[in-house]
């Protein structure tokens, strides 16, 4: 008898319809997959109606300036709304306040250095414009000219009236170019120093100006494509800095006295003093020797000025030629104990270049000088609080340092710092896809802003600034950006001067070492997040709306808590924002916070705000 197939009416399944069922599954599987991923048409259709908002916010934000007197009213507001401070603070620079630096002791210029409030003094109120201010003139007319109204204070133009400085015309100041060293001009000072610095050729990017006055030397860098870092302190002088950034001239408020500067070592290209009145020989020559720190392998340092040209200068600077005779040889001596070779003295300037190795030093007598821990890449130049040391900053092991690219190649080829292994857990590919990351980013900020990259935003900050991506991908004669490291970030500044960039330490617990209304747009990438358990978010953004300048842009990019931590304080300080998506669509948790500072100016009507308002 047969045995049947199939007992209780029951088919088996054939290995095809498994098999046929199996590919099914998995094709439907991978088919949502990969619509997840971004990489599938839903995901574009959410990518297309994020843009298409993208375009509607465009058009309720204004980017362009238009100048109006009147207080505008904050249309929406959540939380706090915070009020003008008195029109006495128009000019307030929180850690360089004259009242506050009078406080501490004269000597080594340490009543000059930062000297921020304390917790209960800080000012929580919105810093005033003053009446009649007016949007900069674009760049190139910036350099030449400033309105008064926005910096209204005449004294250099007394002061100065013979050293051809600044000029007071109408309604605007007029910068002719000239300097207390080159009354005929920036630029044919720059001209002599071409003569033995190779400035044409792209060797010479970075130039640090120390005592710049109101950076007209710096001004005139610029457009032989040199990107300057220039300083002074305030003081008597009302304003050169703020001269400086109205005219859109990198510049900070600063001192060479007690600290270190709040740059890395080896980092300028050259650097220069044109009547700065440092005293070099001081104090054991510490001064060059914070210069020699800041001062690349092969770079050169000019000095123009005092003791220089003393045979003719000695009954105008009131000083014996006995007295000016040994000051000088005191520098060449420094000089040479630093491994500096004489280049050039010539007139009113002298030049030395610092060897590229120690290995060619011509002495190596001693001058008491210690060759001490401050190594190139050392963390302790990055504490604003620091003290300058009596000591030779050592040359790198590798020599890296010297072989840097002319610009623009060095831009995006990878700096010796990340080559040789010296910024923790950056690679070479890793930088390489940060510069990816970024050109990606800024393409995106350009949609969402087309004055972006136009010469509208001409003064820059990146306040997080990483590795300089966004500061390359933004790189134009338009504009420069000031990149900020944190003071609690990775120590990556370093890098962003291999690459040709500039920027500052600094701790955003604290404010930044400039002027009110400074900057045009104002760029921070996790800042807030780094910062969150650290200091007030309330006032990292007092602080970023004391130094933007009315109808100027800032862009946030954070998680989306984050972001809207940040977004009820800023609707409450005359701030239109709008919350843009990703880059990469609405699923993506990063979010875009897009601001622009409302056009108001102070007024009489303005209560008087005290130091603890909260």
Known sequence: MGIKDNPNGIRSRSPISIFLVMCLCCFFYLLGTWQRSGFGKGDTIAREIAQQEDCDVVKNLNFDSHHSIEIMEQSKVVGKVYKPCDVKYTDYTPCQEQDRAMKFPRENMAYRERHCPPEEEKLRCLIPAPKGYTAPFPWPKSRDYVYYANVPFKSLTVEKANQNWVEYQGNVFKFPGGGTMFPQGADAYIDELASVIPIADGSVRTALDTGCGVASWGAYMLKRNVL?????????????????????????????????????????????????????????????????????????????????????????????????????????????????????EKGDVAIWRKMSSDENCSSKKSVNLLVGHVIWFDMLVISRYKEMEKCKTPYPETGGAAELKKFPERLFAVPSRVSDGLVDGVTAESYLEDNQLWKKRVKGYKRINRLIGTGRYRNVMDMNAGLGGFAAALESPKSWVMNVVPTIEKNTLGVVYERGLIGIYHDWCEGFSTYPRTYDLIHADHLFSLYKNKCNLEDILLEMDRILRPEGTVLIRDEVDVLNEVMSISNGMRWDTRMLDHEDGPLVPEKILVGVKQYWVGSSSNNSTEPDEQ
């Open 228 to 344: 300057p870092m220039s300083f002074a302190p305030r003081d008597n002088h009302e304003a050169q800095v703020q001269f400086a950034l109205e005219r859109g001239v990198p510049a900070v408020i600063g001192v060479l006295g007690t600290m270190h500067l709040p740059y890395p070592s080896r980092a300028f290209d050259m650097a220069q003093c044109s009547r700065c009145l440092i005293p070099w020989t001081a104090n054991e020559g510490i001064y060059l020797m914070e210069v020699d720190r800041v001062l690349r392998p092969g770079g050169y340092w000019v000095l123009s000025g005092p003791p220089i040209n003393w045979k003719t200068y000695y009954k105008t600077w009131k000083r014996t030629k006995q007295d000016l005779q040994a000051e000088q040889k005191r520098i060449e001596d420094l000089a040479e104990s630093l491994c500096w070779e004489k280049k050039y």
